[in-house]
């Protein structure tokens, strides 16, 4: 069922590395339309989805505490948590059985941070959230 559009979204980070958050954060609060939560680890953003309910994901693979995969599947496991889009985010190459893991819960996105751009990231959030480029678009 794709999200209705709407003028608020909820957008949860879940990542350890604070110059990584700060640059996300910087880059998607620019967006009027989004509210921006950011966790260090998975223990923590597994709270914060289910305190906040966003209406997508941006798990970092590696964290301390609690990595993304095991907090992408416990947010599976519980029904608050079943439908949220998510977006990996991972500074690695990872490898097949990682992948294959994540994969059988379809998320949204698989991205490798040393090979994209701000931009991008923020073009998977749009059309993950179902956001019509155009019609938020300030330079229309």
Known sequence: MPIM???LYKILIV???KMMQE???GYLSKEPMFKVYVTGNGREGLYSAF???P???L????????DGVTMFKELRKDPRGKGVPVIFLTSYDTDERVLKEISE???AYYLLKSNIKMDEIMDKVKLTLGINKSSH???L
């Open 5 to 7: 559009p709407k003028d």
């Open 15 to 17: 990542e350890d590395d």
């Open 23 to 25: 640059v996300l954060v």
């Open 51 to 53: 305190a906040n309910a």
């Open 55 to 57: 209406d997508l994901i």
């Open 59 to 66: 798990l970092d693979v590696m964290m301390p505490v609690m």
């Open 105 to 107: 819960e379809k998320p």
């Open 137 to 139: 678009d300030n330079n």
